[in-house]
């Protein structure tokens, strides 16, 4: 059984920052890929950031140049930087990772005030 949990969500005001990190634990293997997906009210959940286990990163084009993704994998931890944040970007953070199969965290809120 493999658990990920969040951590790092909470209500800035645009043009702030925040930083999720996300932690693996429990019968771990490798994990070929690790990321973020987001979900708003009413809204399907989307990819936001996505980083191989060799370093390769994907970020959809409304957070490019915003968002930065890492991943530490002694720690079996992904982080997501989030800067100059948008009241867009509110929305429920979802942690991903990926080996045989996929797994994913309980959610974290991130609420941008505008």
């Known amino acids: 059984q493999v658990q990920l949990v969040e951590s790092g969500g909470g209500l800035v005001q645009a043009g702030g920052s925040l930083r999720l990190s996300c932690t693996a634990s429990?019968?771990?293997?490798?994990?070929?890929?690790m990321g973020w997906y987001r979900q708003a009210p009413g809204k399907q959940r989307d990819l936001v950031a996505s980083i191989t286990s060799g370093g390769s990163t994907n970020y959809a084009d409304s957070v490019k140049g915003r968002f930065t993704i890492s991943r530490d994998n002694a720690k079996n931890t992904v982080y997501l930087q989030m800067n100059s944040l948008k009241p867009e970007d509110t929305a429920v953070y979802y942690c991903?990772?990926?080996?045989?199969?996929?797994?994913w965290g309980r959610g974290t809120q991130v609420t941008v005030s505008s």
């Open positions: 429990g019968r771990i293997f490798r994990f070929n890929a």
């Open positions: 991903n990772a990926q080996a045989l199969n996929t797994y």
